[in-house]
């Protein structure tokens, strides 16, 4: 389905972003993953996708925390002058509490993290894309970003304005014929929300039609759906894979 491809990957060490990253190599793209340090356990899992499917994988030294490390690991990639297809913007963290309790020093990493280092490299890529007169661009996002919950403040705000940016860059790049989307997972059984098993079960789950937590590989297919061909038409869109998740 991607054969051939070039894709520019954050998070691929965990989560949902590693299953991405394989289901992506399984569908025979190359990716470049931006990782923050790529362990043994990484680096042995990029060889056998690429020994396993033919392509190629490189792990890019890039700290989200830092604009200058990610404009360095984004001119690395460019100075191998391939095309760059597709950008899946997957590195996040997460700090549960409420306004009042949140620290200024929490916030800072949060939308820097979630929010600033996404939108650099939106901004750099995208420059590169026009170039080639196309591509595509996912941020994967989150459900709560749709919420008001007042334990999960900072999360979630950071959430939402992507899902906002999302849309809005959306339509200043789309005369270039670059497609922008985003996949807001629900809770999805990762070690991220094994940290708050308690309060997923008590808040997030009465308001699922689907009680259970999402795979990481159900997300992993919505990505794939959105860089593909099939979505050719599908632009500005936030793609909600939650359970059926209802506010009331």
Known sequence: ??????????????????VILQLFAQNHANLWCLVRRPDER???????????????????TADMEHAESIREAL???FAEKRPIDILINDASVNAHG?????SRSELDRLFQVNCLS????????????????GGVIINITSASGFEHNVGNFAYAGTKALMNWATQ???????????????VAPGV???????????????????????????????????VLFLASERASFVSGQILRIDGGRFRG
């Open 1 to 18: 389905m991607l054969r051939g491809k070039n894709v520019i990957l954050t998070g691929a060490t965990r989560g949902i972003g590693n």
């Open 118 to 133: 996404q939108l650099q490299i939106i901004q750099m890529v995208s420059r590169k894309m026009i170039l080639q007169k």
């Open 98 to 102: 409420s306004f009042l309790t949140t």
């Open 168 to 182: 809005t860059i959306s339509r200043e790049l789309a005369p270039y014929h670059i497609r922008v989307n985003a």
């Open 42 to 60: 990484f680096l042995d899992q990029a060889e056998a996708l690429e020994s396993a499917h033919g392509i190629r994988i490189r792990a890019v």
């Open 188 to 222: 999805t059984d990762t070690d991220m929300n094994r940290a708050y098993e308690a309060e997923i079960a008590e808040n997030v789950m009465p308001s699922m039609n689907i009680q259970r937590k999402a795979e990481p590989m159900e997300i992993a297919e919505g």
């Open 75 to 77: 001119h690395q990639i």
